[in-house]
């Protein structure tokens, strides 16, 4: 955070963001019969889990609150921290409500930690399901994880979102979802995300099922799931391509998002999904490793850095057209992160100096 400073440095934006809401909030939130509640996302060893539980317990003796008031569930949205579920409940396990499939992240993680591997090279995006063998291999941990030491589990996003004026669009959306959920449910999920409030009602639909008048599904030991580091790394997808099409719709997906995120708008709907600063850089890491992997479409031509700046030209050329704040901006940033020869660790990182300097104002 770098409006606030510390001997001239600035401020980790999630330590700032938590102590400045739990001073304000916490004992208004337990006078309220509630409590002070957090997500914690991107952690990827039981090390930072551990560095949260003593902010958590610092805090909390600071404001002289109970310890165990706070109540934290984390993302598992990395590939590291995939292999560390377990660990990661136990250093939290004063104050830990469950685990959190965040999907995604995850996928993004997946393919910057194994980005230089033979067998991670992921095809089009849309063929990057929730079916695919590593993924299921993931939810299915994640699931035991938590039953088999009684936290919840909590399924992840769907990102197909209804179109109120586009019938057609609305009932495809509405059956993916809730092919989605009841998924989750059958999978022994306790509960889920969705990306539109529109989406609350089909959700609740496939968990009512599954759950009748319980009201979760902990019981569920799933002693049936054996997962090993291979089914968590094997990133193959049987039959899968990549397309013109999908590099053009990454391109597109990526630069709309960025020029949003420049403007200060953290989600937007896109081409009927909701894209965030996750599947942005799902877009963006896959440009990077089809380039840097000599990947080839299905037709057989390979991916150079020549076919991205030509098909970044015309997706620009496209774009001129939405009258965007920050068209040209935001396809120099992907650039940069795309050509590069060192994959840039998060989007956000040079995204955020370039907002500082636009915003400077």
């Not at 008031?69 to 830990?96: D, G, K, N």
């Not at 420049?262 to 896959?286: H, K, P």
């Not at 496209?318 to 940069?336: M, V």
């Not at 992160?337 to 998060?346: A, M, Q």
Request: proline share 4%; glycine share 4%.
């Amino acid at each position: 955070e770098k409006h606030i400073e510390i001997d001239e440095n600035p401020i980790s934006a999630s330590l700032f963001d938590f102590g400045l809401y739990f001073f304000h909030n916490a004992k208004e939130r337990i006078n309220r019969g509630s409590g002070p509640y957090f997500y914690l996302p991107k952690l990827e060893s039981h090390i930072e889990a551990r560095l949260w539980n003593d902010v958590f317990n610092y805090a909390q003796d600071a404001l002289n609150i109970p310890k165990g008031s706070i109540r934290a569930t984390v993302l598992i949205e990395t590939l590291p921290a995939a292999f560390e579920m377990e660990e990661i409940l136990y250093e939290l396990r004063e104050h830990a409500s469950g685990l959190n499939a965040g999907r995604w992240d995850y996928i993004f993680s997946a393919i910057k930690r194994l980005r230089n591997r033979n067998n991670t090279l992921l095809p089009d995006r849309d063929q990057v399901t929730m079916t695919v063998p590593f993924m299921r291999a993931y939810t299915k941990l994640l699931v035991k994880s938590c039953h088999q030491h009684g936290a919840h589990a909590m399924g992840g996003m769907a990102a197909f979102i209804p179109n109120r004026k586009d019938p057609t669009v609305t009932e495809k959306a509405l059956a993916k979802v809730l092919e989605d959920k009841m998924r989750e449910a059958n999978d022994g999920f306790d509960g889920t995300w969705v990306a539109h409030p529109d989406l609350v009602a089909v959700a609740r639909q496939a968990f009512d099922k599954k759950l009748a008048d319980k009201p979760n599904q902990i019981q569920r030991l799933r002693d049936d799931v054996q997962v090993d580091a291979t089914q968590l790394t094997d990133l193959r997808i049987p039959n899968a391509k990549i397309t013109q099409v999908g590099m053009r719709h990454n391109i597109s997906v990526a630069i709309q998002y960025i020029n949003q995120w420049l403007s200060g708008t953290g989600a937007v709907a896109l081409y009927n999904l909701m894209e965030d600063a996750a599947t942005a850089e799902i877009c963006r890491a896959q440009l990077w490793q089809w380039i840097n992997q000599q990947a080839t479409f299905a037709d057989g031509v390979e991916i150079t850095k020549t076919i991205y700046q030509k098909m970044a030209d015309e997706v620009v050329a496209e774009l001129k057209n939405l009258n965007l704040n920050y068209l040209d901006t935001s396809r120099k940033l992907l650039d940069d992160l795309v050509l590069t020869e060192r994959f840039i660790e998060f989007l956000t990182i040079p995204a955020y100096e370039k907002l500082i300097s636009l915003h400077a104002d």
